[in-house]
């Protein structure tokens, strides 16, 4: 029997609470039959929905996801034409430049086929028998504009990647800008692994979850303005 370790949190940053402003970021966790869906997304602080934005990034995710598995697809490159024209849909009848969001998703497919998306700034670590990778650096990009769903210049805007994890322990990490851009850069996968290890350790979820929500709450106050939201996953 395989154990799934799920653990995740979202805190509003201090400006927004300040200002009394919704939390941009959202996220999505979602146990389908055929496979487990990780969502992360920053709203664009600049657009004034950006919140509806970021929301409307989780349901598309997973809706193209639930529509992409139905037609038996494997090339994770079909599913984003899908996630733009739903998330185009989802918003409506808002203007799609005044709700800017990035994406972030992880999904582990039930053949242990892990697929991984990531459009804008944020982070994805994973780990398939302990080897550590980042999906994508901030040194990948060309230009500091962060890419939004809203506004992509090509579908090569996103990085993709599909990894086949067979029977080997699967860990990943989605963490938004508000969190990957405040880490020493040297010691990040230390903070990765030991996040992982320590997750491990508790008895449930909401053990989990309270642990996680605790970190970002104490987050170093220097770089508290933006929001913080971390979800982690290991199947083993």
Known sequence: MKREVIGYSSVRGALHEKERLPNQDSYLVKQFKFGTL????????????????SHSVCRSVSRAIQLWHEYHCDDIRLLIPLIHSLWGMDVFPYPKNECGATCLFAFLRDDNLLYLGQLGDGSIYYSVDDELALLKSKEDDFTNLTTGINSIRSFEDWSLTTVCAGDK??????????????????????????????????KNICERNNMIYRLLEDWNPVNAGDDRTLVSYEKR
Request: hydrophobic share 40%.
């Open 38 to 53: 990780l969502v992360v997304s920053d709203g664009m602080g600049s657009h004034p929905h950006s919140d509806l934005g």
């Open 169 to 202: 322990v699967v860990k990943v990490c989605l963490m938004t800008d508000g969190v990957a851009e405040t880490l020493v850069e040297s010691r990040r996968n230390e903070f990765v692994n030991l996040l992982w290890k320590r997750l491990n350790e508790k």
